[in-house]
């Protein structure tokens, strides 16, 4: 068989690429190795910027982001004792929406099958081919156990941070660009009312905690963690004391209730350059990783697959594939600005491991200054809610 567009990964960032794809005309096939069980069940991150928003809601995928999802304001930064508001509608007009990365896929899963598109689940051995040439291919065997070559003129590896596309660019065409930190979140859900009404991203001296939501009675919440923690040396109520300690530092108390959820996960920065070799792109975590602090990972794939759409467009319809080297410079401008962005949250309000009372107390200058100037404020708020897609 083939198609025009072969996409490894049905996670957000393939699915959307599809979508954007279908809507210009371009047909696509997406084979995923997860069920859509699976990829439901897995938690991520739950902070859209504003135009990921518009992407979802202006495309026609849904607009229960809007009736579902939670427009926030602003975010606290607590730190020195005392919480202090950041208001992104007062610095620079903009706001964002906490609705979870679940949330976003369920949405776009549901739009591919309202519209009887192909999104293969569940398929396993998947391999890519001849990405060299002018007709790449990926062999999969389908849930059946059958086996199939795709063969396709675009092969796009949206595959996640473990990408099997991105290891089909030779050594000698690709750099890569790491960054490791000694450090880790370990994630809850909890069962509790909001212990705040907007994020809460709290420095201690401890290390960091993170304040999050998800719906009026179940909250998603982080500290930072050695990277090598087990989940169960934490019952309840030694995650409560931390949480607890690192908040209280700062003044705030949380509401306790039920743990339902626990996980720890990695951090680490990385970048695949460039995001295209002959017919194969790569998009979303498949060319990039960022640290959680700012929510960046989503925001990053879909922003991506807004400016891949458009060059893959251009490329198809002039038989044109250097559009695809535009699509690696755009989209790596984004990238590194969003690496940039991950790693100063995640300095600023981390404590490493071996940080001297010294190294606190200058974060803590850091983040008196953020909070007491306007440019600085501004500054994270633009970040955060997300800088626009530029030419
Ligand atoms: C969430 C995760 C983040 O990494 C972040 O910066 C903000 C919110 C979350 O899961 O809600």
Redesign the pocket.
């Known amino acids: 068989t083939s198609t025009s567009v072969a996409i490894v990964g049905g996670g957000p960032a393939g699915l959307m690429l599809s979508h954007l794809l279908a809507l210009a005309g371009i047909e696509s096939v997406v084979v995923e190795i997860r069920t859509r069980q699976q990829i439901e069940e897995t938690h991520r991150?739950?902070?859209l910027e504003q135009d990921s928003v518009r992407l979802l809601v202006e495309s026609g995928v849904s607009d229960r982001v809007l009736r579902d999802g939670d427009e926030h304001e602003g975010i606290e930064l607590a730190f020195g004792g005392g919480l202090h508001r950041v208001d992104f509608r007062a610095l620079v007009g903009a706001s964002c929406q906490?609705y979870p990365q679940t949330e976003v896929f369920t949405d776009l899963a549901d739009a591919h099958a309202r519209e009887g598109r192909e999104v293969r689940f569940g398929v396993s051995d998947v391999t890519v081919h001849d990405v060299g040439t002018d007709r790449p291919a990926v062999f999969f065997t389908d849930a059946d156990g059958t086996h199939h070559e795709l063969r396709c003129d675009y092969l796009v590896g949206a595959d996640g941070s473990r990408s099997t596309c991105r290891g089909a660019v030779p050594e000698a065409s690709r750099a890569q660009y790491f960054r490791e930190y000694p450090f880790a979140w370990f994630g809850i859900l909890c069962e509790a009312p909001a212990s705040a009404p907007e994020?809460i991203y709290n420095h201690s001296e401890r290390g960091f905690a993170?304040i999050?939501q998800r719906t009026p009675a179940l909250q998603?919440m982080y500290f930072q963690c050695d990277p090598a923690t087990d989940v169960a040396d934490w019952p309840d109520d030694r995650i409560w004391e931390e949480l607890q300690t690192r908040l209280q530092a700062n003044g705030h108390t949380l509401h306790e209730g039920a743990i339902t959820s626990t996980s720890v996960l990695p951090f680490r920065s990385f970048v695949q350059e460039p995001m295209r070799h002959g017919r194969l792109v790569l998009a979303g975590d498949a060319a990039h990783t960022v640290p959680?602090?700012?929510?960046k990972g989503l925001n990053l794939a879909l922003a991506d697959v807004r400016v891949l759409a458009e060059e893959l467009e251009r490329a198809i319809v002039r038989k044109d594939p250097s559009a695809l080297d535009d699509y690696s410079v755009r989209a790596l401008r984004r990238v590194w600005k969003a690496q940039h962005f991950s790693y100063w949250m995640t300095t600023m309000l981390h404590t490493l491991p071996e940080a001297s009372p010294f190294d606190v107390r200058r974060q803590v200058g850091e983040l008196t200054t953020l909070v007491g100037s306007t440019a600085g404020s501004s500054y994270l708020a633009e970040g955060y809610t997300g800088w626009p897609t530029a030419r």
């Open positions: 991150a739950g902070i906490l994020l993170l999050s998603r959680p602090t700012g929510a």
